[in-house]
Nanobody, 121 residues
Framework: QVQLVESGGGLVQPGGSLRLSCAASGSFFSIFSMAWYRQAPGKQRELVAIVTSEGSTNYADSVKGRFVISRDNAKNMVTLQMNSLKPDDTAVYYC???????????????WGQGTQVTVSS
C-alpha cells in the first residue's frame, strides 16, 4: 500500500505564493511521473503540472510562468511552488502518481487526500 501525504495549502492574498509538498510512502519498486491536479467547486479535476522521473516537466497553460514543479527522487517527494497566485487558482489540489510493485511488477495509481488552496483578499 502506498500513501501520498500532502501539505502546504492555505489562504493567501492575490499575488502571493504557496508551496505544496507531497511525499509518497510505502513499499514499491519504482515510482513514475508525479503530478499535481486541482479541482475547483463545480469544475472538473484538471492537470496543473507533471514531472517525470527524469525531471521533464509540463504545465497547464493557465499556470505556465507562475508555478514550478520539482521532485526529489531520493525522498519520493514532489513540490509545487506557486507564485503570483490568482483567485482563479482557488481549488483543492491533489497529488497523483503511479508506482510499480516489487511482486509481479504491477502498476497502481494513487491520489493524495487533497489540500485546499484559497486565493482571496
Amino acid at each position: 500500500q502506498v500513501q501520498l501525504v500532502e501539505s502546504g495549502g492555505g489562504l493567501v492574498q492575490p499575488g502571493g505564493s504557496l508551496r505544496l509538498s507531497c511525499a509518497a510512502s510505502g513499499s514499491f519498486f519504482s515510482i513514475f511521473s508525479m503530478a499535481w491536479y486541482r479541482q475547483a467547486p463545480g469544475k472538473q479535476r484538471e492537470l496543473v503540472a507533471i514531472v517525470t522521473s527524469e525531471g521533464s516537466t509540463n504545465y497547464a497553460d493557465s499556470v505556465k510562468g507562475r508555478f514550478v514543479i520539482s521532485r526529489d527522487n531520493a525522498k519520493n517527494m514532489v513540490t509545487l511552488q506557486m507564485n503570483s497566485l490568482k483567485p482563479d487558482d482557488t481549488a483543492v489540489y491533489y497529488c497523483n502518481t503511479s508506482v510499480r510493485t516489487f511482486v509481479g511488477g504491477r502498476i497502481f495509481n494513487y491520489w493524495g487526500q487533497g489540500t485546499q488552496v484559497t486565493v482571496s483578499s
